[in-house]
C-alpha cells in the first residue's frame, strides 16, 4: 500500500530540528569579500539558513559569522601597510560586514575572533576546551625548527620565508621554505640556500621552538564511528577525503607487494591502495584490527610504517597575535598562542554567545544550539577545508569531552554536518587577480549593475557541491534574461490581470487543471533537495512551477473578458496559489526579490513559512501594486 501523497503528509516527514545554528566560513580578515567567498560559502549557508527558518522559525536558528583575526596573515599586512593589527583588522572588517548586508545575507552577527564584543569570552572558550584536551591527553608536545626573523623579533610561518631552491637543475630564486612550485621538489628547510624573510628582507635562522600537537589518533575509532552515521546524508566527495584519511592505516614500499599478497588473506579486513613514492597504503577498520594487522606484516618481513602524519597536528605558534595558551598545564608554553585553524573552528560557539547577547537573550543558551543532541549544526565551507571542519574539529569535539573515548551525550558539544563546495572559476580559469579575472561582491554590483539577488540566484544554480564550476558570463547574462522574461512574467500576469479584471481582489475559486497535482509534486522535491543543499534540483523544479501560471494564462485567459468566467476566476485563484508558494520558496534564494513580490502580494510576513504550503490562498483577498521584480541587465 502506497503512503499517502498529500502536502500535510509530505511536510510532517521532514526532519527539523529543535534548533540549528548555520555557520559560514569565515574570511580573513585581510582583504574584500570577493566573488569565491560568496558562492563557497556565505550565499550557500544563507539560504541554508533562511530554509531552515521556512522550517522551524525565526527565533529557532542562529546563522553566524566573523572575521578570522589572528595569526600571522593580518599581522603581517598590517606590519606592511604600517598600522596596527587592529587598525588594520578593523577597516577590513567594516568593508566586509558592508558586502554581507548587500548580498543580503542575513547574519545574526557578522563580528571577529579579535573583536571587543567577542573576544573575552571567545579566550575563555578556547583555553577550556585546551585544558579538557590536556587533561584528556590529547595534546603531545614536540620540540621542532621554525624559523625566525632577527630584525622582527619574530617567528615566521613558511610562507613567509624564501629563497633559493637547492636542486641544481632549478633557478628559482623565490622558493618556499620546503618545497619549489617550479620544480615540485620537496626538501628540508635548512637545504633552502640563501633564505630571505618576506617581510622584513632579513636573513632568518632555524631555532627550536616547543609546541602541542593534537592527537587525532587516539580518537581514530570514535571519529569513524560518528561519521558512519553520515554515509547516507553527507556529499560525496566530503566522505572520500575524510574515509580516505580517518580509516588507520601503515605503508609500506611496493617491493613488499608480494610478500603482503601471500597473507592478505589472513589480515584483518582491509583495504589497499598504492601511494605516491612507490609505496602501499593497506587501510584497516580500527585501531585494534591495525595493530593485530601490523604485526602480521612485520612478522612476514615487511617494514611497514603507521601513516599517520594526518593525525598529528600542531595546534600552537610562536605569534603573538593570538588566544594565549594557559601556562599552568605545560613548562615552557609561556608566550605560545593557538593556532587560527583551531581556533577558528571553536569560534562559531563564541559567535553564537554574541548574537544572543546581540538579541537580548542569556548568551548562556549557546548550549540549547551547540550541546542538543535535538539540534543541529550545519556548517558550510571550501572543499580545501574539510579535513579542518571534519577530522580535526571532530576530534577536539571528543578531546573536550569528560570521556572522549565514546560519542557526545547531552550537555558535550555535538559534532556537526558538513557541506562543502568545490571552487568558483572566472569564464573557466581560476580567480587571479593577475589575470584580471579577480571579481569582489561589491564590483558586481557597484561596476557592473548586477542586483544581489540575481548573482546569489546564479550562483545557486552551478553545481560547486560536486566539482569545481564556472562563472560564465554569457550563461549568467542568459539566466538574468530569464528571470527578467518568464519568471517575471509568472509573477506579473496575475497581478495586472487581478487589477484589471477583478478590481484588485483575488476572487473566490478552486485549484485548476494540473496545479494540485504539481504542487503535490514541487513541495516533495524542494524540501528533499533543500535539506541536502541541492540547490539547483531546488531551482530548475521551481522554475518549471512557475511556468505552470503562463500555461494557465495561455488557456483559460484570466485576463480577458471574453472567455469563460468560472474557468478564468479558477485559473486567476490558481495562479495567485502558485505564486504564493513560489513566494515561500525562492524567499531563500532571492530575498529582496521575494519581499517585493510579498507586498505586492499583501501577505503578512509570517508567510514564510513551510507550513502555509498546507493552505489555501486567501478568498477574496486584495493585493497590492506590481513592483519591478528581477531587473533587465543590458549587455555590450
Known sequence: MRPKQDIPTILSRVERPKKAVVTAGMPYANGPVHIGHLAGAHVPAD??????????????????????????????????????????IGEVHAKQSKTMERYSIGLDT?????????????????????????GNGMLDKKTSEQWFDPELNMFLPDRYVQGECPNSECSNTK??????????????????????????????????TDHWYLNMWKVTDQLIEW??????TWRKPVLQEVFGTVYP???????????????KGDLPKHKSRYAPGKKVVVQFENLADLET??????DKGIECELNDAWAHRAITRDVSWGIPVPTDLDEGMEGKTLYVWPESLIAPISFTKVALKKKGLDPQTYKDFWTDPDANIYQFLGTDNVFFYVLMQGAMWFGAQEDPMRQAIKGEFQQTDIFSNFHLQINGEKMSKSKGNFYTGDQLIDEMGYSADQVRYFLSTLSLSEKASNFDFEVFNAKNAFLAGPMNASFEKPISACHKQFGGVVPKGELIGKTEKETLKIVQQYTKFMAKGEYPKALGALENYARIINGLFNQYKPHDDRFDEKERTDALYSSFYILRNILIMLSPFAPETMEKLRKSLNLPES??????????????????????????????
Open 47 to 88: 539560504i541554508y539558513a533562511r530554509w531552515t527558518k521556512l522550517l522551524i522559525g525565526q527565533d529557532n536558528v542562529l546563522f553566524v559569522c566573523g572575521t578570522d583575526d589572528h595569526g600571522s596573515t593580518s599581522e603581517v599586512a598590517a606590519k606592511k601597510l604600517g598600522k596596527t593589527t587592529q587598525e588594520f
Open 110 to 134: 557578522y563580528t571577529g575572533t579579535s573583536r571587543e564584543e567577542n573576544y573575552e569570552a571567545h579566550k575563555e572558550l578556547c583555553q577550556d576546551f585546551l585544558r579538557k584536551m590536556h
Open 175 to 208: 622558493a618556499y621554505s620546503d618545497e619549489c612550485d617550479v620544480c615540485g621538489k620537496n626538501y628540508d628547510p635548512h637545504e633552502l640556500k640563501n633564505p630571505v624573510s618576506t617581510v622584513s628582507d632579513a636573513t632568518p635562522v632555524l631555532k627550536e
Open 227 to 232: 561519521l558512519d552515521t553520515k554515509q547516507k
Open 249 to 263: 592505516s601503515v605503508i609500506f614500499s611496493n617491493k613488499s607487494e608480494a610478500d603482503y599478497k601471500e597473507i
Open 293 to 298: 594487522g601490523k604485526k602480521q606484516l612485520t
Open 607 to 636: 508567510v514564510y513559512s513551510i507550513d502555509e504550503l498546507k493552505n489555501a490562498f486567501p478568498e477574496n483577498h486584495k493585493i497590492g501594486e506590481q513592483d519591478v521584480y528581477f531587473p533587465a541587465v543590458e549587455t555590450e
